[in-house]
């Protein structure tokens, strides 16, 4: 069905799944290419979806996050990060995202490396610079990432 007109309606389906539409991962790589800016963001979007299943689409997802359409680019830095601290080799391409003019695409980045994790320790400097964005989704997601790469002792 993904290469049928029906492909978008399947890629929810398969987003849905979970882990369990990992076979489909080679399939949704390839529909992140596109010429349909939906179809791109939901391949994106469902990769995420998978989960660490995933891993094999990190390479492409993080070559998506140049996408031309900010949908695009803010659903690729989601799916890594819903990949999670399998997606460490992207925190570089994600610190690079984080000036991205559009903020929910920030707000996505900076988030997914929340999700990474300790891994994205590299990170923290750009993310602390995001605790003063002009959208406070953007400053929020930081505050929150920041915990999650670094965590430290509970203040009381």
Same mark, same amino acid.
């Given at each position: 069905?993904?290469? @049928?007109?029906? =492909?978008?309606?399947?890629? &929810?389906?398969?987003? =849905?799944?979970? /882990?369990?539409?990992?076979?489909?991962?080679?399939? !949704?790589?390839? *529909? *992140?290419?596109?010429?349909?800016?939906? #179809? &791109?963001?939901?391949?994106?979007?469902?990769?995420?979806? #998978?989960?660490?299943?995933?891993?094999?689409?990190?390479?492409?997802?993080?070559?998506?996050?140049?996408?031309?359409? $900010? !949908?695009? &680019?803010?659903? $690729? /830095? +989601?799916?890594?990060?819903?990949?999670?601290?399998?997606?460490?080799?992207?925190?570089?391409?994600?610190?690079?995202? *984080?000036?991205?003019?559009?903020?929910?695409?920030?707000?996505?980045?900076?988030?997914?490396?929340? %999700? #990474?994790?300790?891994?994205?320790?590299? /990170? *923290?400097?750009?993310? +602390? =610079?995001?605790? @003063?964005?002009?959208? %406070?989704?953007?400053?929020?997601? /930081? +505050?929150?990432?920041?915990? &999650? #790469?670094?965590?430290?002792?509970?203040?009381?």
């Amino acid at each position: 069905m993904l290469t @049928s007109p029906e =492909k978008l309606a399947a890629i &929810r389906t398969l987003a =849905k799944s979970g /882990a369990a539409a990992g076979p489909a991962v080679a399939d !949704l790589i390839h *529909l *992140l290419v596109d010429d349909d800016p939906t #179809i &791109r963001w939901n391949a994106a979007w469902a990769l995420g979806k #998978i989960g660490p299943t995933a891993k094999v689409a990190v390479p492409d997802l993080v070559r998506t996050l140049k996408d031309s359409d $900010a !949908l695009v &680019r803010e659903h $690729a /830095a +989601e799916a890594l990060g819903d990949i999670g601290p399998a997606a460490a080799d992207s925190v570089p391409d994600l610190i690079a995202v *984080l000036g991205d003019p559009v903020a929910r695409v920030r707000r996505d980045a900076v988030r997914s490396l929340g %999700q #990474i994790g300790p891994a994205a320790k590299t /990170a *923290l400097p750009a993310v +602390e =610079k995001l605790l @003063s964005d002009p959208e %406070q989704i953007v400053r929020e997601a /930081a +505050e929150t990432a920041k915990r &999650r #790469i670094a965590p430290g002792p509970p203040t009381h």
